[in-house]
C-alpha cells in the first residue's frame, strides 16, 4: 500500500524541481540562522543565490560527524530554541553524542516517512504494532510511535528487552506487525522456540527491522523462524531517525524518501559525486527539516543507489542494502572486508546458527581476523573430527567468496551474547 501517492510517485522531473525548490529554501535559512553553515560557505564562496535547483547541490560544503560533536550541542539548531519540541541523540559510545532537534513540522514530517515506511509493509489502521525498538533518545521508538499513530494503528509501546515478556504480549495482544532490530528478532525466535511458541499460529506478519547491518541470509533466517515478512529499514539520528529509506515489498533495495531527503554517493576518499550504480559513501541533505537542517552530511554508510523505478510503483530512488560502514571496514592482508559480507557466506552454510562475533587481532603490521559461529545442536553432539572438518569448510567458503583467510571457531549454541538492541558483530581487539 502506498501511503502518500503524490510524492511517492512523482514524475523525475516533479521530482527534481520539488527538490530544487526545498534545497534552495533551505541553504537560505540555514545561511540566515546557522553561523556554522554562514561560516562554510563563505570559506567557500558560495552564496544562497547560487543554489537555484538540486543539481547546484554539489557547489556546498560537506558536513561530517566531527563537525556535529564540534558544535554539540545545539550548534546546528536554526530556528529559535522555543519552537524546539524534541531532541534525540546518538548512544554517545564512540564520543560525545550527536543532536537531532525537531520543531512540531518535524515531528509530523517523521510521523509521515514512517508511516509511509510502515505502509510499505501493509500496514493499516487494523494493526497492532509491537515496537520493540528502544524508547527514549534513541530514535527508533519514538519514530516508530509517531508512524503507528500517523496510520492510526494500535501501538504497543514495550521498548527494547523483556524478551519473556515480548512473547507473552505478542501472544496475548495479538500483535501482527513487530518493529526490532534484526538481531533482536532471532533472539525473540530463540526464546520463543525454546518455550514452545508456534510462530505460524500467531497473527503476526511483518517485521521492520533495521538499525544495524544485516544481510538477505539472516532475512531468510527470521522469516522462516518467525513466519514473518521482513523488510529492512533504514535510518539516522543526525537525519531524521529511521524513516529515511526502507524497503517494500518487491525487497529489491530501500526507496529513500528523497522528497525529504536528498541522496548522493561519494568516492570517500575524494568527495568526488559518483554515478548511480557505483559504490561509495552516502551522503544525505534534509530539504525541509527544520530544528537542525543537515547539509551534506557524511553518514559513513557505504551502498549505491539504484534510479531504476521499482514494480512497485513508487518512483524515489533506491538504495541497495547498507553494505558497510567506512569506519568498519577491515583490511586483511590488503583485501577490504566488511563484516555483512563475512555474514552473507556464513549464512549459506549448514551447520551453524544465526549468531557469530568477528575478532579483529594485530599481529606485528598484519590484521587478521576470528570468526567465530554458533553451531547447531545437531552439530555439537557431533564427533571433534566432524566439527574441525566444518572449521575447515567454512574457512574455504569465506576464502573463495572474499579472498580473505579467517580463522573459524565454531562454538557451542548460545555461546555468543545475544542482543536487545543493535548486535556487536566486531571485536577489535586493536584498540583495546
Ligand atoms: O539506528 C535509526 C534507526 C532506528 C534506523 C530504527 C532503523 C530502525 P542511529 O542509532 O543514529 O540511528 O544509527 C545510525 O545505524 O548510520 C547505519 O550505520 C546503521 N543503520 C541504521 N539502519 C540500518 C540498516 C538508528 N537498515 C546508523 N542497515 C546508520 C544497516 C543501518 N545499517
Not at 534545497?23 to 535559512?29: G, Q, T
Request: hydrophobic residues 35%; charged residues 30%; contains cysteine.
Amino acid at each position: 500500500m502506498i501511503w502518500d501517492q503524490k510524492h511517492e510517485t512523482m514524475d523525475e522531473a516533479g521530482r527534481k524541481k520539488l527538490q530544487g525548490e526545498r534545497l534552495s529554501a533551505l541553504i537560505k535559512r540555514a545561511y540566515g540562522s546557522v553561523p556554522f553553515y554562514k561560516k562554510k560557505m563563505d570559506e567557500l564562496g558560495v552564496k544562497p543565490e547560487d543554489i537555484k535547483g538540486i543539481e547546484d547541490i554539489t557547489k556546498l560544503p560537506f558536513l561530517t560527524k566531527t563537525d556535529m560533536r564540534d558544535i554539540y550541542p545545539y550548534g546546528l539548531v536554526a530556528v529559535p530554541l522555543k519552537d524546539i519540541v524534541e531532541i534525540h541523540t546518538s548512544s554517545g559510545t564512540t564520543g560525545t553524542p550527536v543532536v537531532d532537534a525537531y520543531t512540531i513540522n518535524d515531528i509530523k514530517i517523521w510521523g509521515e516517512v514512517m508511516a509511509r515506511t510502515l505502509a510499505m509493509g501493509g500496514t493499516t489502521s487494523e494493526d497492532t504494532v509491537q515496537n520493540a525498538y528502544g524508547y527514549g533518545l534513541f530514535t527508533g521508538g519514538l519514530g516508530v510511535h509517531y508512524g503507528a499513530r500517523t496510520i492510526g494503528a494500535n501501538v504497543i509501546p514495550i521498548s527494547g528487552g523483556n524478551t519473556l515478556r515480548q512473547l507473552k504480549t505478542m501472544q496475548d495482544f495479538k500483535s501482527t506487525v513487530l518493529t526490532c532490530t534484526p538481531s533482536y528478532s532471532l533472539m525473540l525466535a530463540e526464546i520463543g522456540k525454546e518455550k514452545g511458541i508456534d510462530f505460524k499460529k500467531l497473527p503476526l506478519k511483518v517485521g521492520f527491522l533495521g538499525a544495524e547491518p544485516w544481510s538477505d541470509g539472516m532475512r531468510r533466517e527470521i522469516e522462516e523462524k518467525l513466519n514473518i515478512m521482513a523488510l529492512d529499514i533504514y535510518g539516522l539520528t543526525e537525519i531524521i531517525g529511521p524513516g529515511v529509506a526502507a524497503e517494500c515489498e518487491c525487497k529489491k533495495g530501500l526507496h529513500i524518501f528523497d522528497d525529504h531527503f536528498y541522496p548522493e554517493i561519494i568516492d570517500p576518499e575524494t568527495g568526488e559525486v559518483l554515478p548511480h550504480g557505483q559504490k561509495g559513501e552516502l551522503v544525505f541533505t534534509t530539504l525541509t527539516k527544520e530544528g537542525s537542517p543537515v547539509i551534506r552530511y557524511r553518514t559513513r554508510d557505504i551502498t549505491f543507489l539504484i534510479p531504476e523505478k521499482c514494480e512497485c510503483g513508487r518512483t524515489s530512488i533506491r538504495m541497495h542494502r547498507i553494505l558497510g560502514r567506512t569506519d568498519d571496514m577491515l583490511i586483511i592482508r590488503g583485501v577490504n572486508v566488511f563484516p555483512s559480507q563475512i555474514e552473507e557466506v556464513l549464512m549459506e552454510l549448514e551447520g551453524t546458527e544465526p549468531h557469530y562475533q568477528i575478532i579483529v587481532e594485530r599481529t606485528g603490521q598484519l590484521d587478521s581476523i576470528e570468526v567465530q559461529v554458533e553451531m547447531t545442536d545437531k552439530l555439537f553432539s557431533d564427533e571433534i573430527k566432524n566439527l574441525e572438518k566444518e572449521e575447515k569448510e567454512i574457512e574455504g567458503a569465506l576464502y573463495s567468496a572474499l579472498n580473505v583467510h579467517a580463522k573459524v571457531t565454531l562454538v557451542e549454541p548460545k555461546k555468543i551474547p545475544r542482543s536487545e538492541g543493535k548486535a556487536k558483530r566486531i571485536i577489535d581487539k586493536r584498540k583495546i
